[in-house]
């Protein structure tokens, strides 16, 4: 298979009548960048287990600016209005703001941090830009989580991303416990695509963004996925990053406890791996979601 083939080629179906297990073809830490934070352990267990978590990526004096920024942010009545801002469907609180990395210089400058980029591009083993930025802010008492789901499966099918090649980082602005509406990943199960049946709906990011409900695996296949590697949760004090890979199986629960759950979310894309048109969905989602500016990022 040429390169031009592995781009243009459906290698990771989905959205068709049935669904099923296909195994991963891909690296998840990928060979190129030998240099960066990433210690060769973090590298490994992030291979492996699909996600690692670096403790006190930000300081206690940077998590509150930028705890202030989510504040200004989620304040801002402009922003409260702006497309790229997510509201919970039944209490109206903001519940992700998109395109963060273009609208706060705060923000822009932790993408371009070396801390943080140099590990994406050792993860990645090549040049990253963003493909998606969030400040996702889960309120105390009236949080609402994630079904179980893998973020590439949405990136590929209404995105157009060719390969998982892409690393998130989850940077804790608030202590994630237990009990706060934490992240849930299944060591390993990054390795097993879930190829989800149904047809992509219109405009299907207007109501996914609140609750996925299309490309979530049916009970069966998380059961099966749960039963052979487990599941794990992000937990750890604010300032604490959770890096995983685009293909890791995670979802969370609801927060009914007082204690909100707020994080800086940057996703990753090679530069090898720009976005040609979905695969499955009629028609791309805005640039806000899914990125088309494929410009290396810089320090
Ligand atoms: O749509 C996205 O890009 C992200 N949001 C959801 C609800 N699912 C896929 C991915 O995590
Ligand atoms: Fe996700």
Request: overall charge negative; aromatic content about 10%.
């Amino acid at each position: 298979m040429t390169v031009a083939d592995l781009r243009t080629k459906d290698r990771y179906p989905s959205r068709g009548a049935t669904s099923e297990l296909i195994e991963r073809t891909d690296p998840t830490v990928w060979p190129g960048v030998s240099t960066g934070p990433a210690t060769s352990e973090e590298l490994a267990s992030h291979e492996a287990k699909g996600f690692h978590v670096v403790e006190g990526l930000l300081s206690p004096a940077e998590v509150q600016t930028y705890w202030q920024e989510l504040e200004r942010l989620c304040r801002d009545p402009a922003v409260r209005d702006d497309e790229r801002t997510i509201v919970e469907r039944s209490s109206d609180e903001v519940r992700s703001i998109f395109e963060v990395h273009k609208t706060s210089s705060l923000i822009a400058e932790l993408a371009r941090d070396p801390r943080i980029l140099d590990r994406a591009r050792q993860v990645l083993g090549s040049d990253v830009y963003v493909h998606q930025s969030r400040i996702n802010y889960m309120p105390g008492y009236r949080g609402t989580g994630f079904y179980w789901h893998s973020d590439f499966e949405t990136w590929h099918t209404e995105d157009g991303m060719p390969a998982p090649r892409a690393v998130s980082t989850s940077i804790a602005l608030t202590d994630n416990y237990p009990f706060n509406g934490g992240l849930m990943l299944m060591p390993g199960a990054h390795r097993t695509y879930v190829s989800c049946a149904g047809e992509t709906p219109e405009d299907n990011y207007k109501s996914s963004l609140k609750a996925q409900e299309v490309g979530v695996p049916p009970e069966d296949e998380i059961t099966e996925l749960a039963y052979e590697h487990g599941i794990e949760q992000f937990t750890g004090p604010a300032g604490s990053a959770l890096w995983f890979d685009c293909n890791s199986m995670h979802g969370s629960g609801n927060n009914i406890t007082p204690y909100p759950r707020s994080n800086i979310f940057l996703v990753f894309n090679s530069v090898e791996n720009t976005l040609v048109e979905p695969y499955a969905a009629k028609s791309p989602r805005p640039s806000y979601i899914a990125s088309r500016d494929f410009e290396p990022i810089r320090r």
